[in-house]
């Protein structure tokens, strides 16, 4: 693996393996960072993390005290039943809780059920008990999409510039439907924020993050400045290839 230095975080570039293992060992450290037994992982959607799930499971890599202290959620939430397969806690239900046996008074989904101003607030009162007043998570995995986004922040979404100092919102994103999504104000309020980029297609988004002009309103990863300190980008080397 090797490094890069990026005014978005510590870039690490590694093969999917190594990228997958390192995400794993940051979560560890952060949970023996953490409160006793009360870390909040907060895991995300899209095809890397079904990827990750997967390699998780057959290679047993998460240990098993992560396993048992965790409070596991999501960054972010299209707004469908649990049941359904663009729902980003309902695939990890699937894929990694279900498997791994994880506790069910430790997985916390959106409240995707209601409407989406009430699941909001109702999931904020959730995340200020479990995490504590003004807190986020104790480690926040992000994606990234073609267009830049991440979590469900995406290009010109209002949220990017106001998001009324809370830390989770709801919002409509046109074409996309309803969101439920962790906000910038969240994301500053996390201890570890790690964003997996995998693959070529990752390429130009990455290089309009990085070295492109400053204007996260349309380039909503560039959010991720505010908190640079506590990024880890894992990205493989075709994701890389225009750092
Ligand atoms: C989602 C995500 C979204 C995702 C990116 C990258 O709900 O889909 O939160 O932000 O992480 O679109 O997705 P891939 O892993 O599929 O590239």
Not at 188 to 215: E, F, T, W
Request: net charge negative; hydrophobic share 45%.
């Amino acid at each position: 693996m090797r490094e890069i230095s990026s005014d978005y975080g510590r870039v690490v570039v590694g093969t999917k393996d190594e990228l997958f293992a390192q995400a794993v060992a940051l979560t560890e450290a952060q949970r023996l960072l953490s409160r006793p037994g009360r870390v909040l992982w907060a895991l995300t959607g899209g095809s890397t993390p079904a990827a990750f799930y997967q390699w998780c499971v057959t290679t047993r890599a998460l240990p098993e005290a992560l396993v048992r202290e965790t409070h596991f959620t999501v960054s972010d939430e299209r707004h469908v039943l649990l049941d359904s397969a663009e729902s980003n806690f309902g695939n990890a239900e699937r894929a990694l809780f279900a498997p791994l046996a994880v506790e069910d008074e430790r997985r916390h989904p959106w409240m995707v059920a209601w409407p989406v101003a009430e699941a909001a607030e109702a999931y904020r009162k959730t995340m200020l008990i479990l995490a504590g007043p003004g807190r986020g998570y104790d480690v926040c995995f992000l994606g990234m999409g073609d267009d830049c986004h991440t979590a469900s922040l995406f290009p010109g979404t209002p949220l990017l510039h106001d998001d009324g100092g809370l830390l989770f919102g709801g919002q409509e994103v046109p074409g996309k439907g309803w969101r439920l999504t962790i906000t910038p104000t969240g994301l500053l309020a996390c201890g570890l924020v790690v964003v997996m980029a995998l693959g070529a297609g990752k390429a130009d988004a990455l290089h309009r993050v990085m070295r492109g002009p400053s204007d996260p309103l349309i380039v909503p990863s560039q959010i991720l400045k505010t908190c640079a300190g506590r990024v880890v980008w894992l990205v493989d080397e075709a994701a890389a290839a225009r750092l």
